[in-house]
């Protein structure tokens, strides 16, 4: 069974940086997608970027230019550095996972969840 585990979540004032972390277990397949989607009460859920096995990226307009997402393919761990945070970045982020390449970019459904980690971005 696929593990995911995220860190890096805070609080921090507008304009500041955050780096979330991805840890994953269990992914055997050569192909896979690795994704971060947030969620609030008010939004719901909402996809944020997404990398697969061969590195393609994909972002939703709304953190275009700001959030970067990388991955260290030999532990197959995901990365998303937010800069220029502002308060509507506030939710909880979740990693998510899955097998075959990213066929909507971020807004491929995956079927593996982490728990989730908080951020708070304060005006």
């Known amino acids: 069974q696929v593990k995911l585990t995220e860190s890096g979540g805070g609080s921090v004032q507008a304009g500041g940086s955050l780096k979330l972390s991805c840890a994953s277990s269990?992914?055997?397949?050569?192909?896979?997608?690795l994704a971060w989607v947030r969620q609030t009460p008010a939004k719901g859920r909402e996809g944020v970027a997404s990398i697969d096995s061969d590195g393609k990226t994909s972002y939703a307009d709304s953190v275009k230019g700001r959030f970067t997402i990388s991955q260290v393919t030999a532990k197959i761990t995901a990365y998303l550095q937010m800069n220029n945070l502002k308060p509507e970045d506030s939710a909880l982020y979740y990693c998510a996972a899955d097998s075959g390449y990213c066929s909507r970019g971020y807004r491929t459904p995956l079927r593996n969840w982490g728990q989730g980690t908080q951020v708070t971005v304060s005006s």
């Open positions: 269990q992914i055997t397949d050569t192909n896979y997608c």
